[in-house]
């Protein structure tokens, strides 16, 4: 079957079980398999695929896995990530957090980044592509990220992977920078996300009662492995700004952002001098 009959297939099929996004789902799909890139589409109409492949794939969409799963990897902040079940898929929000994590890092001089719960490491990693004045510790305690983690790190010779849980005392050297997207959700919200939401890991998901819970043991926990004005970056859910911010007792500067729709999304802050 020709890439253009697979992809017109695949949004009828998609469409007809009720799946959203056909078109683009589909068009992901084609192209993985046809090992081209979804701009590479129209170039490539007649190329061949096997169809039992495609179809393969396409059931797994209809039965509701999340379509970053099944292709395998995921783009994110100019890389790819490779990701799957076991770990959570890298969101298009949590580029803001680290692209402003990463126009700071940049003023530095030589430094050391920590990157708290990593899973894909896709933050981590993705400042240690654009800051070579960075070293960052990319902490995470999952053995299923891990697998994925250790995949994303190769090569990346300024980024160090460390097993290990952020609940625990890990013996890292002090860090100039702190970034991290915890689990934030409450867990008695979790019941209600979507399906494709419920494939991902309740540890990646689940932030406790109130969903607070990682953002108390950034504060409680970390506050003396940072040196003196040391900055912080965190992903937050929506709505969450003024609970993180009066959490944020050892530090200061704490400032509220926005993402692109208006809702909170980054919490920053800094590390005085007297703590």
Same mark, same amino acid.
């Not at 940072?226 to 007792?249: D, H, R, W, Y």
């Given at each position: ?6 992809? @017109? ?22 192209? #993985?398999?046809?090992? %081209?890139?979804? #701009?590479? /589409? ?23 896995? +999340? ?14 990530? /490779? ?6 898929? +890298?969101? +298009?929000? *949590?580029?803001?957090? !680290? ?20 899973? *894909? ?15 960052? /510790? ?28 952020? !609940? @625990? ?12 997207? +915890?689990? /934030?959700?409450? *867990? $008695?919200? %979790?019941? *209600? ?25 950034? @504060? $409680? ?20 700004? #003024? ?33």
């Amino acid at each position: 079957m020709t890439v253009k009959d697979a992809y @017109n297939y695949g949004v009828y099929f998609l469409s007809c079980n009720g799946v959203d996004e056909a078109e683009f789902k589909s068009l992901c799909l084609v192209c #993985s398999l046809a090992g %081209i890139k979804n #701009s590479q /589409y129209q170039q490539h109409l007649d190329d061949e695929i096997i169809m039992k492949r495609f179809a393969d794939l396409l059931w797994r969409v209809k039965s509701g896995e +999340p379509l970053q799963y099944v292709l395998g990897k995921w783009d994110f902040y100019e890389s790819e990530f /490779y990701c799957g079940k076991g770990v959570l898929i +890298p969101r +298009p929000e *949590t580029e803001e957090l !680290c692209d402003m994590a990463i126009k700071y890092i940049k003023t530095l001089p030589d430094c050391v980044v920590y990157d708290l719960c990593a899973g *894909t490491g896709c933050i981590g990693i993705s400042i240690a592509k654009k800051c070579k004045n960075a070293t960052v /510790y990319l902490v995470e305690k999952s053995s299923d990220a891990m697998a994925y983690l250790l995949k994303n790190a190769q090569g990346v010779e300024n980024a160090k992977v460390i097993c290990a849980d952020i !609940c @625990n005392n890990v013996e890292l050297e002090k860090a100039d920078v702190l970034v991290s997207n +915890p689990p /934030y959700i409450k *867990t $008695d919200d %979790i019941k *209600t996300l979507q399906n494709e939401v419920l494939y991902e890991p309740v540890t990646a998901l689940d932030g406790g009662a109130d969903g607070l819970d990682f953002y108390r043991v950034i @504060n $409680d926990n970390w506050h003396n492995k940072v040196k003196p004005n040391a900055k912080l970056f965190l992903e937050i859910g929506n709505e969450q700004g #003024s609970a993180v911010s009066e959490i944020l007792t050892d530090f200061t500067d704490i400032k509220v952002h926005k993402d692109i729709y208006g809702n909170d999304r980054i919490v920053t802050c800094m590390k005085g001098n007297c703590l």
